[in-house]
């Protein structure tokens, strides 16, 4: 489980995250939703330890971020992390060297999945396909958990498609995903849990077949509630 | 351990087609220098000894004869050797930019290697030493070689001196420092080399920590480090303090240098692992 | 395998439907055995955990059974079976009558334009 406690993060005077508190189970896909405001990106960049905080803590299966940790989360950022003019092998490679719980068969069938070639350089990629190579570096990693920023923005519709695909399928077996993202339609049905994030706090935080039984609401149907008031 | 000498593996793989060029640079205007200074040199003599109507041995008593500081202060020698340490200065900076600035964000991929952040620190500061030093193991393997073709390029008469390497290195004041020849002036110059680029690498890293505000820090930060290196030279200089022996002095830079080094790592590593952005 | 799905309904609810609909339709006969919840969750586009949510509703309510290391399978015991088909039957009319009854048609010619409807549509599918 990932906890994130009072988490609160100043830039300047402006308090991006404001006391955010929520936790993210193993084996779930837990849905982080923000209209505006970098408070989401940041938050996921606080539990990788790519970003200080001024209060708060954050705890993945009760341990502080250490460097051992990078082999149970992958966090998966909205930017390509490979070097340009490494071709998709030379950067498995690279991943594979520093990497002890790197798992090539995966990648393998990843690249499979994704129909990439790996003799194509990560500088000729589409953003789709930059997307699906970022995707498949965190998950070829055994790690229990999985951060992804805003997998879906600016992508084609098929390689939404086929990334939204892949958390209906084995690839992400029974690790803890969290998302971020400030439109849902592509995963709508994917997702077990959702937090509406606005100026750094957390309006609402549900689950969203809970949701859908109890009260008869979709995901947008809450949406709207909260943010439109 | 392991991760470290992967990554400086890398480090000095991300460099070598540069770093090559520079070398094959180095080699070229080096030796084309010693071709056409020495063959030039011996063009004019001979011009001279016609035009004035002189024999060698005349020649030689008025003008005296040529040796390797000829070439050795010559752009085509010294050129090169600037435009690498141009190079490789430009390159302490771009070894931390490079991995922050573009599309492609490779800084998050180191920053979340499963090793201690420490690691890419001192990874990059050796890739940096390794370049350095490579490039002087090359100078030095050129030198000998360069003065051969100058000795076989230039009459025997008018060889004034034949000059071994040491004296080659200690006639020139830039390359006495580059290489100096004697091992207390090597780690001086080099060991000054190395505080340097720790440092630098401290400097950067508080301004990708604390972005405008770190430019600032890191600025003073890099001031504070000189200002305290050089401080007991305006204590030297001062008549009421006692006068020290070379070795003395010696000690005391040795032991500001090992601080200086040893305060840039422990606040980069701070840096680099609690406070660094990407 | 090919459904979609309503954003406002629990998605596990949907899935059972599905199924229920397969079986009434006879594309799901008794004793046959199911895809595993891995798959399912694949080829439906859904969360796992909810596909998963979805086989223990169905093993409540009987309509499949599991044994240990064996893929699931449909119920042979014809009595659920023929329910199923009765329970959707009798919940598909009931909304057709609850939209049909505010016009107030007669009976007669209601059902006469049922049967039209309802064969014309039978063979334009081709069956």
Not at chain 2, 198 to 222: A, M, N, P, W
Request: proline share 3%; net charge neutral.
């Amino acid at each position: 489980m990932i906890e994130v406690n009072q988490l609160t993060k100043k830039f300047g005077r402006k308090k991006v995250l404001d006391g955010v508190s929520f936790t993210a189970n193993k084996g779930e896909i837990t849905c982080l939703i923000g209209i505006n405001g970098v408070g989401k990106t940041t938050t996921l960049k606080a539990i990788m330890g790519l970003t200080s905080f001024s209060k708060g803590s954050i705890l993945i299966d009760g341990q502080k971020i250490n460097k051992n940790m990078y082999e149970k989360v992958a966090f998966i950022p909205d930017a390509i992390t490979m070097l340009p003019q490494m071709t998709i092998k030379q950067a498995m490679q690279f991943m594979q060297d520093f990497y002890q719980n790197w798992n090539q068969e995966r990648a393998t069938e990843l690249l499979t999945f994704f129909k990439l070639d790996e003799k194509s350089r990560i500088s000729e990629l589409s953003k789709g396909n930059t997307a699906k190579i970022n995707l498949l570096m965190g998950l070829a990693i055994d790690v229990d958990y999985i951060l992804m920023d805003e997998p879906f923005s600016g992508i084609d519709i098929f390689s939404r498609e086929q990334i939204a695909d892949v958390f209906a399928s084995h690839l992400i077996e029974d690790r803890g995903v969290i998302i971020t993202t400030h439109e849902i339609n592509d995963i709508e049905h994917l997702i077990d849990k959702v937090i509406l994030l606005d100026n750094g706090i957390v309006l609402k935080e549900f689950n969203t077949e809970q949701m859908r039984q109890e009260e008869g609401k979709s995901v947008v149907d809450v949406m709207r509630e909260v943010y439109q008031g | 351990m392991k991760s470290y000498v992967k990554l400086v593996n890398f480090e000095v793989n991300r460099f070598i087609k540069i770093y090559v060029s520079l070398l094959i640079i180095t080699l070229l205007s080096q030796f084309i220098g010693v071709i056409v200074i020495s063959t030039g040199l011996m063009k004019r003599a001979h011009e001279v000894m016609f035009e004035q109507n002189l024999s060698e041995k005349a020649y030689l008593h008025q003008f005296g004869g040529f040796d390797f500081t000829h070439i050795s202060s010559t752009p085509w020698f010294i050129g090169p050797i600037a435009l690498c340490i141009a190079a490789l200065i430009f390159y302490s900076f771009l070894i931390w930019y490079r991995d922050w600035f573009g599309k492609n964000t490779f800084a998050y991929r180191l920053l979340m290697l499963p090793t201690a952040r420490i690691s890419l620190y001192f990874s990059k500061a050796t890739a940096i030493l390794v370049l350095i030093f490579g490039l002087l193991a090359f100078q030095m393997i050129l030198l000998p070689l360069e003065n051969a073709l100058f000795e076989s390029l230039i009459q025997e008469n008018f060889l004034q001196t034949s000059m071994d390497v040491s004296s080659i290195l200690q006639s020139n004041g830039i390359l006495g420092i580059i290489i100096p020849p004697y091992f207390s002036d090597f780690l001086i110059s080099y060991g000054i080399g190395i505080m340097f680029v720790f440092v630098l690498f401290t400097s950067i890293l508080f301004e990708r920590s604390f972005r405008l505000k770190g430019i600032v820090l890191g600025i003073l930060y890099f001031i504070a480090a000189v200002l305290l290196y050089l401080s007991p030279l305006f204590i030297i200089g001062n008549e009421t303090m006692p006068v020290l022996y070379p070795e003395e002095i010696f000690a005391i830079f040795l032991v500001l240098g090992i601080f200086i080094i040893g305060v840039s790592i422990i606040i980069g590593n701070w840096l680099i692992s609690k406070r660094v952005l990407v | 395998m090919n459904a979609t799905f309503n954003n406002r309904d629990p998605v596990y609810l949907q899935v059972v439907r599905y199924f229920k609909e397969q079986i009434a339709n006879g594309n799901l006969v008794a004793g046959q055995e199911i895809p595993s919840r891995r798959e399912l969750a694949a080829t439906m586009k859904i969360n796992p955990n909810t596909a998963q949510k979805a086989y223990k509703e169905m093993e409540e309510q009987d309509l499949i059974t599991t044994e240990r290391n064996y893929p699931s399978k449909i119920t042979k015991n014809e009595n659920i079976l023929q329910s199923v088909r009765e329970e959707l039957i009798i919940t598909a009319v009931e909304s057709f009558l609850q939209s049909i009854r505010p016009i107030n048609v007669p009976i007669d010619e209601l059902l006469r334009i049922v049967q039209e409807k309802y064969s014309k549509e039978s063979s334009k599918e081709g069956l």
